[in-house]
Structure formats: C-alpha cells, structure tokens
C-alpha cells in the first residue's frame, strides 16, 4: 500500500513557475515508477509526466515538454514536478501516481497503468 500526499499548488501569473511536490509513504517508494497527471474542469485526466524507480527515465506530454522538468528523491520518498512558463491552459488539479507494477522499470504514461493516487493539488494561472 501506497499513500500519496501532494504540495505546492496554487495561484501563479502566466510566465510562472510552481513546484509540485508528492511524498509517498512507506519503505518500497523507489520500487515504483512515478507520474504526474491533471485534470482541468470538464476535462478528462491526462498524462502530464513519469520518471523510472532510478529517476534516470523520463516522459513528458508534448504540451509540457521543454517547460515541465519530473525529478525524484528517494531518500526523501518524495517525486517533484517543477513547472515554468506556465500557461493558462496549464490550469488544473495535479496528481501524482504510483506505478500499478511492484518493481517495474518501464515508465508509463496511462492512467490504467498507475494504481496509487494522490488526492491532488490545485494549479490555477491567471492571464
């Protein structure tokens, strides 16, 4: 059992930067890929970024790509997403995740693939 707890959303303008974190509970964190997905209103849950147990892997969405840096800390049972150039279209609750597959290194980017969740963070930016 995994639980999930993310930090650091909020209110920031257009051209800004947030850093979301996601502490996992437990002693098996770096046994399992990890991924950021959001949600925006009336919009369904997609996939925003993942990272391998080792943080030595990495995916993005094209909509985040080359704004949106994944990175891990396993000492500190902790997965980071660090968010610049933000978008209004960027707005959104944000997830973090934990891979469905105990020791796995594949990283994946599909909701159904993930099998522990966050309770989300709020990301909103203003124009």
């Known amino acids: 059992q995994v639980q999930l707890v993310e930090s650091g959303g909020g209110l920031v303008q257009a051209g800004g930067s947030l850093r979301l974190s996601c502490e996992a509970s437990?002693?098996?964190?770096?046994?399992?890929?990890m991924g950021w997905f959001r949600q925006a209103p009336g919009k369904e849950r997609e996939f925003v970024a993942a990272?391998?147990?080792?943080?030595?892997?990495?995916n993005y969405a094209d909509s985040v790509k080359g704004r949106f840096t994944i990175s891990r800390d396993n000492a500190k049972n902790t997965v980071y997403l660090q968010m610049g150039s933000l978008k209004p279209e960027d707005t959104a609750v944000y997830y973090c995740?934990?891979?469905?597959?105990?020791?796995?290194?594949?990283?994946?980017?599909?909701?159904?693939?993930?099998?522990?969740w966050g309770q989300g963070t709020q990301v909103t930016v203003s124009s």
């Open positions: 995740a934990a891979d469905s597959v105990f020791g796995s290194w594949v990283v994946r980017t599909t909701i159904s693939d993930y099998r522990y």
């Open positions: 437990g002693r098996t964190f770096s046994m399992y890929g």
């Open positions: 990272i391998s147990r080792s943080g030595g892997n990495t």
